[in-house]
């Protein structure tokens, strides 16, 4: 699913598009990540694999007053299995865990050019914080 959601950005740009070691890299980063208690890999199976969510928790010095901060990284339904509030029950399990692991503030990227996206988030509470900005070199 994780190289779907490559593949279904990728229409936006070639930063999304899939490497050709894609899926070893998958494998790896998914492994290293379901060994941290900082992360929160949640799978929907709705007769074959419905979507996935991966929350983290990220960590910053005592430097600042806000020393963790939750992030969803990734998140996708197949076009197959949307709009049955698959995403948005991912979303609330990623999100309950994140506030149980004493997290009050929750992150995300979504593209300029996912309207859909945008609105998902929108509609389950999230609201513009930052614009980043890039530059190609």
Do not use: K, Y
């Not at 941290?36 to 929907?44: L, M, Q, T």
């Not at 430097?63 to 029950?89: H, K, M, Q």
Request: charged share 30%; aromatic share 8%.
């Amino acid at each position: 699913l994780w190289l779907a959601l490559l593949r279904h950005h990728a229409a936006a740009g070639p930063r999304f598009e899939p490497g050709p070691e894609a899926s070893e890299h998958i494998r790896a980063e998914l492994r290293a990540w379901s060994r941290s208690a900082d992360v929160r890999i949640v799978v929907a199976v709705d007769e074959q694999l419905a979507g996935f969510c991966i929350a983290r928790i990220l960590r910053r010095s005592e430097l600042f007053r806000e020393t963790s901060r939750g992030e969803i990284d990734s998140i996708f339904v197949p076009v197959a299995s949307r709009g049955r509030g698959i995403a948005r029950r991912l979303v609330e399990d990623a999100l309950a865990w994140l506030r149980q692991s004493g997290v009050r503030r929750v992150e995300l990227s979504v593209d300029a050019t996912n309207p859909e996206g945008r609105a998902f988030w929108q509609r389950i509470g999230f609201e513009p914080a930052m614009d980043v900005l890039e530059r190609r070199l």
